[in-house]
């Protein structure tokens, strides 16, 4: 069996013999056939639709034109809009306004969404509205707010890119840590079970180094452990401490009492200080 043969089949090869692309988003055309989003046109690729009805076709085109402002490309609901279709279809349309878009522009935050723009400012929707009047009738405007504050909390893009920032952090930091425990092995610490962490003594940044420990260590345990790695003695008289940095303003302490796992997220910073 070839390498080729063990590889996922993801998407679908544009049916233009001169592309071929394999596009991992592929639509289909009218004809029944998927194209890449640069041969999706039918006058592109001389869908056999438009020799069978061109002036409907092309209608059908022009009213379909991408929603977007000083947008002329045709939208990817008019290519896959057919009405001697009557299966029960999902149009492809944007899932905040209900319009439809071009492969470019069809991400709300590409379009200027306003059902993602209100989610973003917080604006409750103004379905939304006799339920908020409801609530503060009989429990007050706090109630009232509160519910408009829940629906306003969903991460922000902004706070997507941060999370997915944080995440190739993680996969980077995979590659370089080393087992917190030496005792622990790869094999026998699945990878999803595995806590890692950039630690470095307090005041020597340069020291700092990656290790992973198993989701299921406890925090005295850890910090016994990385006083070990980087050599330095716990007593009474010169205890140890862990510290979570959170940000360049904020640092906790952490517990010994509790799992580590339980105290810092994947991918965290910690310090070890007196």
């Known amino acids: 069996m070839s390498s080729h043969d063990t590889l996922p089949q993801i998407g679908a090869h544009c049916s233009l013999p001169s592309c071929s692309l394999n596009d991992f988003l ?28 061109p002036s409907t076709i092309g209608s059908a085109l022009k009213l379909q034109r991408c929603a977007a ?17 009557t299966t029960n ?45 409801l609530l503060a009738k009989h429990f007050g405007t706090d109630a009232a707010n509160a519910t408009a504050h829940a629906g306003s909390s969903a991460p922000k893009p902004s706070s997507r890119k941060e999370a997915q920032q944080r995440q190739l952090a993680v996969i980077k930091m995979r590659v370089k840590a080393q087992p917190g425990n030496p005792k622990d092995t790869p094999a026998s610490v699945p990878m999803n079970q595995r806590l890692h962490v950039r630690v470095s003594p307090a005041g020597v940044p340069s020291s700092e180094r990656i290790f992973w420990f198993p989701k299921t260590i406890g925090t005295g345990k850890a910090l016994d452990l990385l006083a070990a790695q980087f050599k330095l003695t716990i007593s009474d008289s010169q205890p140890l401490k862990l510290l979570l940095r959170q940000s360049d303003h904020e640092v906790n302490t952490l517990r010994t009492d509790q799992l580590l796992a339980d105290q810092v997220p994947d991918g965290a910073c910690l310090h070890l200080v007196r």
């Open 26 to 53: 592929p639509i289909r055309c009218t004809c029944h056939q998927l194209f890449c989003k640069d041969h999706i046109s039918p006058d592109v690729h001389h869908c056999p639709s438009l020799q069978a009805a």
């Open 69 to 85: 402002q000083s947008c002329n490309k045709p939208s990817l609901e008019s290519f896959v809009a057919d009405p001697s279709d």
């Open 89 to 133: 279809r999902s149009p492809a349309l944007c899932s905040g306004c209900k319009q439809a878009f071009c492969a470019e522009h069809r991400d709300p935050s590409s379009h200027s969404c306003a059902p993602f723009h209100d989610a973003d400012s917080g604006h409750v929707p103004e379905k939304n509205a006799a339920a908020k009047a």
